[in-house]
């Protein structure tokens, strides 16, 4: 019987196999086919184009209307792509006369800056790294693409991936913070989110990964500054959600403004070619940002134009956005042999690639829609990521949530009632009148029963005018608590919009400072695109919500968490400086060979002789000690979670085998909420220092109060392994350091052994 029964099994077995072996041969197959297909089409049509219509089609413009002049370019088939143009009666005349008056009908792309929202706005990506959520994330790109391709636009800029380590830089607010996994976690989402579950449907949108690369590391966090980074920390951080991505099917990348190690990424070969194309099997369009080819001659590495714009396509940038060094030199310098005409076949490839598989050919009209926004569900889901995105970082004596029993409430700050700021930088289509701010939801929601004595106090939040000091500091004396809603306006984020010092602008500190002296208890709530300086005032207030730029439905949202009607979830996705001086500041920093140890805070009280004995010679600052003011995945709840003790399925670990890490834990309060699990991992000896905790895994877990759940994660030789100084990616036998908890900062840990 029990050889009967091995038979069977076997059979079975033998049938699973034939029937799955087909399977994948009739996939391939088709799959083989349909490829091979496309690249035919593609070849057949590059050889029956002009040189000057390849380099049309690598030449990328900004919309102006229905000029004559852009009519008779494009009719001359010497735009590839277009940029901003948002009327679809105009995108769709400009689209007829590229398909049917040009010579070969090739169709344009129309594509736009859709960062985080295109009529409604979501959170700022800083803010929804926040959320450590994929899924609203996801959910926010695919919103963004439904709305913005109902206009014609089917290509975005984002996602930036730069990981940023340097909150005085105006584009963290782009980024998806510090950490290489969270940012390739999120990164991979939004790409699903915009291009869809196909890009050849109608509102499928091309995703562009942004800036290659390094951007987020320029010097002093000054836009479009230099970097110098090691081939280890590009491949180890800086590369990894890039590569991410990339496997996921992102269809576009840009190159970066930035010099990387004294080669200008529009020009790096290294970068384009080798890391792109060579080793990442790259088939998508490289396209580069603003007029960046033309800038080659600022970087002191082209003498003018036609050298700037050899030296970029050579290195592999596909279309040249808005410097037109393409379209006026590239013709002459084919004919004088400093750039093959193949390189000029490969990037009119790689653009005809996209626009057949974006069906461009088969449908290249937009189809006008007008009912496609801010529809009940989008923003359902906009105030869900601004929930999801807010970070409770402080909430002494639970002055929050805030009981609907209240009598009055002083609403006091620059931020409490502009719809503009609020919905942060890089929003081209949000529109203010959608805009729902804080202090319109509570007077709608509670204007019948609480009192609210609204006092903005300063105008904008630069104001330096203290005029309105004195009636803010009546409204607070007559309420029972205080919403003081402080931050940066949208124009002090965002591109070129760097800060040398990130503390509260104008005189937003000293209208805390003058209500605080009223003695009412203070619920402090950030709208800003960045981590703001506040460690001196934090101690006039109770609470201290960060709701970053938070979009169409930011007020909703916060008087929701304020209220109770939501429990705070975020945590942060950077570390948050003690003070500017830190940056830039990250968790995964290397150890040094003199570690400061203890809890160092601020030094403002103590003796030199203090301050030596205590720390010695060690690696911190005599001023602001080594720590930040909040670690990396910080976050509170309006409940407690215990941890348990860690457990290993083994304390020795091969590179076949798998280890699980278990962690019981409990709500142990009496609101259901959720729990941000995080796993770090530290290398502790290894042939290139290692980071003293990399993040490998997070769970979301949703508990009741008093639920127990046993937490388990699985770690992998993939989870261990880095670049070496030679190049090579593996893992290293020795120890091992597991760490779990509920920030980079407070985790238990374990230890095991790769043999």
């Known amino acids: ?16 196999s034939v029937i799955l072996f087909a399977f994948d041969v009739f996939a391939y197959d088709f799959i083989g086919k349909k490829e091979v297909e ?11 184009m002009t040189l000057s219509e390849k380099i049309g089609q690598l030449n990328q413009l900004n919309g102006n209307g229905l000029s004559d002049n852009l009519k008779s370019q494009i009719r001359n088939g010497s735009v590839g792509t277009m940029l901003n143009e948002v009327n679809p009666e105009i995108s769709n005349e400009l689209q007829r006369i590229a398909v049917e008056e040009s010579r070969l009908g090739i169709p344009l792309i129309f594509a736009r800056d859709v960062i985080h929202g295109f009529k409604t706005v979501f959170p700022i990506p800083l803010a929804q790294a926040a959320s450590w959520d994929e899924e609203i994330v996801k959910k926010g790109a695919r919103i963004a693409a439904e709305e913005a391709t109902s206009r014609g636009i089917r290509w975005t800029f984002a996602p930036m991936l730069d990981i940023s380590r340097d909150a005085r830089w105006g584009r963290i607010i782009e980024s998806l913070g510090e950490d290489p996994y969270l940012a390739s976690r999120l990164g991979v989402a939004m790409v699903e989110g915009f291009q869809g579950k196909s890009l050849s449907s109608p509102n499928g949108m091309a995703a562009c990964l942004k800036h290659f690369c390094g951007y987020g590391a320029v010097e002093g966090g000054r836009d479009y500054n230099t970097t110098q980074i090691s081939e280890e920390q590009l491949r180890n951080i800086y590369f990894v959600p890039f590569k991410s991505c990339i496997n996921a099917g992102a269809a576009t990348l840009m190159a970066a403004f930035n010099d990387l190690n004294g080669v200008p990424c529009t020009a790096n070969r290294y970068l384009l070619n080798t890391v792109l194309r060579s080793d990442w099997n790259f088939d998508g369009v490289v396209v580069s940002d603003w007029n960046s080819v033309h800038e080659l001659i600022n970087h002191g590495y082209a003498r003018d134009g036609k050298q700037a714009a050899e030296l970029a396509v050579n290195a592999g940038v596909d279309i040249d956005m808005m410097s037109l060094d393409y379209i006026s030199s590239l013709e002459g310098s084919v004919k004088e042999k400093v750039v093959k005409e193949s390189v000029i076949d490969n ?11 974006l069906g461009l050919f088969h449908n290249p009209y937009v189809e006008i829609k007008n009912d496609v926004f801010y529809t009940p569900e989008y923003l359902e889901a906009a105030k869900e990521s601004a929930i999801k995105s807010c970070v409770l970082l402080k909430n002494t004596d639970k002055a929050l949530p805030l009981s609907e029993k209240i009598k009055s409430i002083a609403v006091i700050g620059p931020m409490a009632d502009a719809p503009a700021d609020q919905l942060g930088a890089w929003t081209m289509d949000g529109e203010r009148q959608h805009t729902i701010t804080p202090l319109q939801d509570l007077k709608k929601r509670y204007g019948n029963t609480i009192v609210i004595n609204y006092v903005k106090g300063l105008d904008y939040s630069r104001d330096l005018d203290r005029k309105n000091f004195e009636a803010a500091v009546a409204a607070v004396e007559k309420s029972d608590v205080v919403l003081f809603f402080a931050g940066e306006e949208a124009g002090l984020t965002g591109e070129a919009r760097c800060r040398a010092d990130i503390s509260l602008p104008g005189a937003q500190k000293d209208l805390l400072s003058e209500i605080a002296a009223a003695g009412k208890p203070i619920i402090l709530i950030m709208l800003a695109g960045r981590p703001i300086e506040i460690y001196k005032e934090l101690p006039l207030v109770k609470a201290f919500l960060y709701a970053w730029h938070p979009g169409t439905m930011g007020g909703p ?4 968490l304020l209220f109770g009607k939501a429990v705070p979830s975020g945590r942060l996705p950077i570390s948050y400086p003690m003070v500017s001086a830190q940056l830039p500041y990250y968790y995964n920093h290397k150890n040094t060979g003199r570690p400061a140890v203890g809890d160092l805070v601020m030094m403002e009280n103590m003796q030199q002789n203090e301050i030596q004995t205590s720390f010695g010679h060690t690696c911190y600052y005599l001023d602001a000690g080594r720590d930040p003011l909040y670690p990396f995945g910080y976050g509170l709840s309006y409940t407690t979670f215990r941890y348990g003790e860690l457990n290993l399925s083994a304390n020795d670990m091969t590179e076949q085998s798998k280890l699980t890490v278990s962690v019981p834990v409990t709500n142990t309060g009496n609101i259901m909420a959720t729990e941000t699990v995080q796993l770090y991992i530290r290398d502790v000896i290894a042939s290139v220092t290692r980071p003293v905790k990399e993040l490998k895994a997070y769970r979301k877990v949703c508990l009741k109060p008093g639920e127990e759940k046993n937490i388990v994660f699985e770690i992998s030789i993939d989870d261990l392994k880095f670049y070496t100084a030679n190049g090579e990616y593996r893992a290293e036998p020795g120890e091992f350091i597991v760490y779990v908890g509920a920030n980079s900062r407070d985790v238990k840990e374990v230890s095991f052994t790769l043999k």
Request: aromatic residues 8%; hydrophobic residues 55%.
């Open 557 to 560: 949202a916060i008087i929701d």
């Open 1 to 16: 019987m029990v050889i009967k029964n091995r038979i069977i099994i076997v059979k079975s077995f033998f049938i699973i």
């Open 38 to 48: 496309l690249e035919r089409k593609i070849d057949e049509l590059i050889s029956r």
């Open 347 to 357: 990037a009119v490839r790689n653009i005809l690639r996209l626009k057949f598989r």
